[in-house]
C-alpha cells in the first residue's frame, strides 16, 4: 500500500499568513497527488488535482506543487474560510489513500 | 446541477446488514467510475470502495472485502453498498464520490453529504 504522510498534524496561523502544508509519498507516485479541504460538518471539497492544477473555481490563492515524493499545498493569504482540514490523496494505484490530514487553525 | 444524495444509513447491531444508496444526477452517470469514501466520527478519509463505469470492476480496500460489496444500476442512475458483516469499526459517514478520469489523473471531484452508519449493540 501507498502511505501517505502529512505534515504538520495541525498549524496555527493568522490570516493573511502564507502557509505550506506537506504531503510525502511512501514511493514515487508521479503527479498522482490531489489535495481537498474539509470545512467542519461539510464534506470534502477538490482544491488541486495532479499535483499542481487548479480545481475551476477555486480560489488563486491555493497552488500545488511537488518534488520527487514530497507534495506541498500553499495558501498565500490566508482568508477566514481556510480555516479547515486539508487531504492528500494519491490515485496512482486504483487502492487509493488519504493521508491523515492538517488541521489548519486561527490563532 | 450535479447532485449526489446517499440513503440507508443508521443504526444496526455488530454482524447486521444494511445497503446504501446514491441517486446521482446533473451528469452522465454511466460514464463515470464512482466510489464510496468514509470518516470515522472525528477521523480521517479512508476510500472504501470503487466501481468501475458499467461496474464491471470492483475494488475494495483490505478491511471490507468479503463484507462489502459495491454495485450500480445505470440505468437509474445509482450507486449502492451492501455492508454485511459489520462492525463496530465500520461506524462511520458514508460518503458516496465521482472520478473524474480527465488526463488519466483520477481524482475525486464531487462528493455527495454522506449518509452515517452506526454500528453498535
Known amino acids: 500500500d501507498i502511505q501517505l504522510t502529512q505534515s504538520p498534524a495541525s498549524l496555527s496561523a493568522s490570516l493573511g499568513d502564507r502557509v505550506t502544508l506537506t504531503c510525502r509519498a511512501s514511493?514515487?507516485?508521479?503527479?498522482?497527488l490531489h489535495w481537498y479541504q474539509q470545512r467542519p460538518g461539510k464534506a470534502p471539497k477538490l482544491l488541486i488535482f495532479?499535483?499542481?492544477s487548479l480545481q475551476s473555481g477555486v480560489p488563486s490563492r491555493f497552488s500545488g506543487s511537488y518534488s520527487g515524493t514530497d507534495f506541498t499545498l500553499t495558501i498565500s493569504s490566508l482568508q477566514h474560510e481556510d480555516f479547515a482540514t486539508y487531504y492528500c490523496?494519491?490515485?496512482?494505484?486504483?487502492?487509493?489513500?488519504f493521508g491523515q490530514g492538517t488541521k489548519l487553525e486561527i490563532k | 446541477e450535479m447532485q449526489l444524495l446517499e440513503s440507508g444509513g443508521g443504526l444496526v447491531q455488530p454482524g447486521g446488514s444494511l445497503r446504501l444508496s446514491c441517486a446521482a444526477s446533473?451528469?452522465?452517470?454511466?460514464?463515470?467510475?464512482m466510489n464510496w469514501v468514509r470518516q470515522a466520527p472525528g477521523k480521517g478519509l479512508e476510500w472504501v470502495s470503487s466501481?468501475?463505469?458499467?461496474?464491471?470492476?470492483?475494488y475494495y480496500t483490505d478491511s471490507v472485502k468479503g463484507r462489502f460489496t459495491i454495485s450500480r444500476d445505470n440505468r437509474n442512475n445509482t450507486l449502492y453498498l451492501q455492508m454485511n458483516s459489520l462492525r463496530v469499526e465500520d461506524t462511520a459517514l458514508y460518503y458516496c464520490?465521482?472520478?473524474?478520469?480527465?488526463?488519466?489523473?483520477?481524482?475525486?471531484?464531487?462528493w455527495g453529504q454522506g449518509t452515517l452508519v452506526t454500528v453498535s449493540s
Open positions: 446533473g451528469f452522465t452517470f454511466n460514464n463515470y467510475a
Open positions: 464520490v465521482k472520478r473524474e478520469p480527465s488526463g488519466g489523473w483520477y481524482y475525486f471531484d464531487f
Open positions: 466501481s468501475s463505469a458499467n461496474g464491471g470492476t470492483t
Open positions: 495532479a499535483a499542481s
Open positions: 490523496q494519491q490515485s496512482y494505484n486504483t487502492f487509493y489513500t
Open positions: 514511493q514515487s507516485i508521479s503527479r498522482y
